[in-house]
């Protein structure tokens, strides 16, 4: 069975500063993509970055990048030099094996201060 | 940008009525899916669609739902006879491709938000 964890309900940082967003994952299939979505309060659902488990580097969008540690089971994300417009709720997601859906984590509420 | 597109953005209906979401996927991409969220909540599947038939569905996605896609562009979720716990977001998504490498990456509509009085 697959398993997505989000263990910070809620986080703040500061604008400008880097903030990192944690997801741990469960999975028995040696072949799965890790992706992160952010939903803002409008609630649309935005991709923001993408990795593979036979990734060899981890993944970087712009200010986004993904903290991979295969061994670990974790797929972090790190935001780097935050705005206010970050503020929003982020899911860490996973796709398994040979199956096409996404499981969802329960999300981090982050909100970026002034 | 291409981009998933959904209507209504919502949709107020009473218990018992039937309602359709409509969903036009990017051009391009072969496969299809239905997600729902209800408020507060993660985020959970319910279909996905390949090649005019569901290749996989979860325990949500009862006798009382149905996926279509009536032409080339238009992907639908029906339900059939709504109930209060139906109330929720409902979002459409697609792919290029279902499975590993970066062509499998899903985007996501706007979603429609379904209120069932």
């Known amino acids: 069975a697959q398993k997505i964890t989000q263990t910070q309900p809620g986080m703040f940082v500061q604008e400008k500063e880097a903030v990192t967003l944690d997801c741990t994952y469960d999975?028995?299939?040696?072949?799965?993509?890790l992706f992160w979505y952010k939903q803002p309060s409008s609630g649309e659902m935005i991709f923001l970055i993408y990795?593979?488990?036979?990734?060899?580097q981890n993944a970087t969008e712009g200010r986004y990048s993904l903290n991979f540690q295969k061994a670990r089971k974790s797929a972090n994300l790190v935001i780097s030099a935050s705005q206010l417009g970050d503020s929003a709720m982020y899911f860490c997601a996973m796709r398994s094996g040979s199956a096409r859906q996404l499981t969802f984590g329960s999300g981090t509420q982050l909100t970026v201060l002034p | 940008e291409p981009e998933v597109t959904q209507t209504p953005s919502h949709q107020v209906t009473q218990m018992g009525q039937e309602v359709i979401l409509r969903c036009v996927p990017i051009?391009?991409?072969?496969?299809f899916y239905w997600y729902r969220q209800i408020l507060g909540q993660k985020v959970e599947f319910l279909v996905s669609f390949y090649n005019n038939e569901i290749s996989e569905k979860s325990e949500i996605f009862d006798d009382q739902f149905s996926v279509e896609r009536p032409d080339g562009s238009n992907f639908t979720l029906k339900i059939r006879s709504t109930k209060l716990e139906d109330s929720a977001m409902y979002f459409c998504a697609s792919s290029e491709f279902g499975l590993a490498g970066p062509k499998n990456i899903q985007y996501f509509g706007a979603g429609t938000r379904l209120s069932v009085l």
């Open positions: 051009s391009n991409h072969l496969y």
């Open positions: 990795q593979g488990s036979y990734d060899q």
């Open positions: 999975t028995s299939d040696p072949s799965y993509g």
